[in-house]
């Protein structure tokens, strides 16, 4: 009940402020944000979450990324974002979220815990300056890692629940310095130097150095090829100790089939020198899966979303356990208005082993099966 509290509370707070916001800021044409080229955008996403396991591995480990609790309410995100993007000159981006995800969003270094609450809190994604001149573009600051087929905004993506490979291969986002150059309609590509994966801690080790190309053949098609090495410790998060070097592959695509079909597919494979493995030992780690979702639009307002994973987690260095994952989601949206989205989601997780701890702890399982209701409202 003391939660159910909390997340009213919390999601009545942020849905005022942001409607507030969103008011004041369609009413004022003369505000000087609006004036000087900034835009204002956000969102807010509760949900409802239930898990037929406690939501761990057999190591400890969350076995979801942002769906942790294994059965109650949760206010997900309450998100703003202030931008100024222009095709030539200065410009920046700054992007906020309250809520559960602001606790495995928060970099390294930062405690997004502001509040005393477990399930609250508040953290930077984005937080960096652009300057573009001619075809090139330089940012530095917090930014988005280009890896993947989604992202920590509900918004763009698809289901509710994120992908193994979101959750367990790739990084999310940096601090550091990135410059790209858009070849032509078609081609971009990227470079970047940063701090290592989702750390704002500096522990004395070489930067990462990340390298990624777009094409963009046509406006219903595009794909991403994206690489990224560099030095990183035997835990991810960790400030200090051991360390070997991780490299990682990842290549996304995305396809419009027919007018109310697109399929996207998203591979990655990665490996580090030396890492934390599972049982207590160290040493070379390896990990590579393939995700593919099928999402069709039935109608203006009803849409689903189909995703089936495989996520193979050699000497157990991601989940800490050794082992082949495998996923099926299927996502169910519904658009009443045109602001508000409503998503029911039936995700099957399944391992090889045993790995998925039971409820009251005292065994394990190969299986967890999954529940979810989410709403998305946005500006």
């Known amino acids: 009940m003391y939660r159910l509290r909390i997340l009213g509370f919390s999601t009545l707070l942020s ?32 949900s409802y979450n239930y898990l037929s396991r406690s939501n761990h591995f057999t190591s400890g480990a969350h076995a979801r990324v942002f769906d942790l609790e294994p059965q109650g309410f949760t206010l997900q995100q309450a998100a703003v974002t202030l931008a100024k993007q222009p095709v030539q000159g200065w410009g920046a981006v700054l992007n906020v979220i309250l809520g559960r995800d602001a606790n495995t969003l ?48 509900p918004t763009v993506d698809s289901n509710f629940s994120r992908s193994l490979l979101d959750g367990f291969a790739e990084p999310t986002n940096f601090i550091g310095l990135q410059g790209s150059y858009t070849v032509n309609a078609a081609w971009r590509v990227s470079a970047d130097i940063n701090n290592g994966w989702g750390t704002i801690q500096y522990t004395g080790r070489p930067k990462t150095i990340e390298v990624s190309a777009a094409y963009t053949p046509h406006p219903d098609a595009s794909f991403t090829l994206t690489g990224i ?54 040493g070379p780690a390896y990990w590579q899966g393939l995700a593919a979702y099928a999402n069709y639009q039935w109608a203006d307002r009803w849409r689903s979303s189909l995703r089936g994973e495989v996520f193979t987690d050699r000497r157990g260095s991601r989940t800490g356990v050794w082992q082949t994952l495998k996923e099926v989601t299927l996502t ?34 190969n299986n967890q099966q999954s529940f979810a209701l989410e709403g998305l409202y946005q500006f």
């Open 332 to 365: 169910l949206a519904y658009v009443p208005l045109k602001k508000l989205q409503l998503r029911v989601e039936a995700r099957h997780d399944f391992s090889n082993v045993k790995s998925f701890v039971t409820r009251n702890g005292a065994s394990a399982n």
């Open 229 to 282: 090495s560099g030095i990183e410790p035997l835990r991810d998060r960790a400030s200090s100790g051991p360390t070997g070097r991780r490299t990682a592959l990842d290549g996304a695509g995305s396809m419009k089939v027919t007018e109310r079909l697109t399929v996207v597919l998203n591979y990655d494979y990665g490996l580090q020198t030396k890492a934390a493995l599972a049982q207590g030992q160290t």
């Open 15 to 46: 849905y005022s402020c942001l409607l507030w916001a969103d008011t004041l800021w369609s009413t004022q044409p003369e505000n000087i944000w609006a004036r000087h080229g900034f835009s204002f955008s956000g969102h807010i996403e509760p």
């Open 106 to 153: 928060a970099l390294a270094g930062i405690n997004p815990d502001y509040f005393g609450i477990q399930n609250l809190g508040l953290t930077p994604t984005q937080a960096y300056l652009q300057y573009a001149f001619g075809a090139f573009k330089i940012v530095g600051g917090l930014f988005n890692c280009p890896m993947g087929a989604e992202t920590y905004n």
